[in-house]
């Protein structure tokens, strides 16, 4: 994101089109080189990376997941004044 905007600023001090079209062509490829290590860090922590909770919270609970939220929440009017 930061190097799109390089291009404008590039374009703004040079008021040149192809430094414009160069740096944001560059932005692009940086972008798909930063996607690339991304997903490669993820393929390589493999079985050591911590399991996924959202999926279903409840099924983790005792694991120091999200614990199950109460039903309802809510009190009747006969609870408030008794």
């Known amino acids: 994101m930061w ?3 390089a291009s404008v600023i ?3 001090i040079t008021l040149n089109q192809k430094v414009y079209f160069v740096v ?3 932005s692009f490829l940086f972008h798909a080189i930063c996607l690339a290590v991304i997903n490669r860090r993820g393929k ?3 079985a050591g ?3 996924n909770t ?3 919270p409840a099924k ?3 694991k120091g997941g999200l614990a199950a939220a109460p039903q309802n929440t809510r009190r009747g009017a006969d609870e408030i004044n008794p």
Request: hydrophobic share 55%.
């Open 24 to 26: 944001l062509a560059f």
């Open 44 to 46: 390589s922590r493999g």
């Open 54 to 56: 959202a999926e279903d």
């Open 60 to 62: 983790h609970a005792g």
């Open 10 to 12: 590039a374009f703004a």
């Open 3 to 5: 190097v799109m905007a």
């Open 49 to 51: 990376a911590e399991e």
